[in-house]
């Protein structure tokens, strides 16, 4: 009874695999090779590209400044005598040279001499300068000029040779367009206020002798700058 039972399962084992198809078929090989492949293959990842660095470079610019114009001189004598002269009036040139140690302050040195005369009163002035200044633009900026210089008339009545107090108050405008420099600036101020390197006008007012009973001496003096 036993080996019937066996024999009725294997036979219904066996139709079983044959309305199903239950053979077992190994697999193509084209799968295999796929699968190897597969297998075989490596990702390749991009490289990755780091930013070059680039040293910054020091722009070096300085303060120095030189300049050259035309000076208009006036010369009044402080005599209320009916018989006083007119004042006179003279013409000659003005240098100057100076540093600005940032956009507020600086120190100039300037001469003047005159040589074309009306009434005979040449004038010559040299000073020294503390020179505060108040940038009022990216382009210019204005300043006053408080100092000491020396200055001599000749051929006026009276001979003025005198040392004392000296003022005056100006303007200066940049002419050159100075375009931003890569790399880093040793002045930071460096652009602003008539600071830019290259050519500038400069027009300024000066009392030559500030001190009780002289003649008054007064200058306008305009002309070319250059900030190095």
Known sequence: MKSIKISILTLSFIQTLSIAGGHIVPEPEFQNEDIKASEQIQVIKDP??????????????????????????????ECNCPDAPSPDKTAGVVGRIGYDFNQYIGLEARGIKTNWKSNGHAVEHYGLFAKPMIPIADSANLYALLGAGKTTTSSATPLVNAKSFAWGFGAEVDLTSDEPKEGRYNREFDGQGDQESGLGLFIDYERLVAKSNAPDLDTINTGISYDF
Request: hydrophobic fraction near 35%.
């Open 48 to 77: 990755i590209i780091l930013p070059k660095v680039i040293q910054s470079s020091n722009v070096y610019s300085n303060g120095f400044y030189v300049g050259l114009g035309i000076s208009t001189a006036r010369y009044k004598t």
